[in-house]
């Protein structure tokens, strides 16, 4: 977890009207401990990105939103792929085969 003034220390480009205007429109999320806005390692992974985004660039507010929403749906996805994955290798072998075969019929009938 990182507080925001480390972060601010951390990545020389950020600057904190930028990173103030992005937690207001939820581009990017602190969570508060005792009383300090703080960062998960993910959070500040996604800060870093929205960095390179909007400095390096310059991509702006908007397009940098739909681009931040593309990416949380595609790890959305990623992980409820995960899941279901967990799930099918929790079944049986039957199970999984006729899994698998349902899987490879519809990949074919493309």
């Known amino acids: 977890m990182t507080r ?40 500040c992974a996604r800060i870093q990105l929205v960095c390179t985004l909007h400095y390096d660039l310059d991509i702006e507010l908007n397009s940098m939103q739909v681009i ?9 996805t990623r992980e409820r792929l995960q899941r279901l994955s967990g799930a099918v290798l929790a079944q049986d072998k039957t199970v999984q085969s006729s899994i698998l075969r349902v899987i490879e019929t519809q990949r074919n009938a493309r």
């Open 4 to 43: 925001l003034e480390d972060l601010l220390s951390k990545i020389a480009a950020l600057q904190r009207r930028d990173i103030e205007s992005w937690m207001r429109d939820g581009l990017v999320k602190p969570e508060k401990h005792e009383g300090a806005q703080i960062f998960s390692d993910a959070e």
């Open 68 to 76: 931040m929403s593309l990416l949380d749906q595609l790890h959305d």
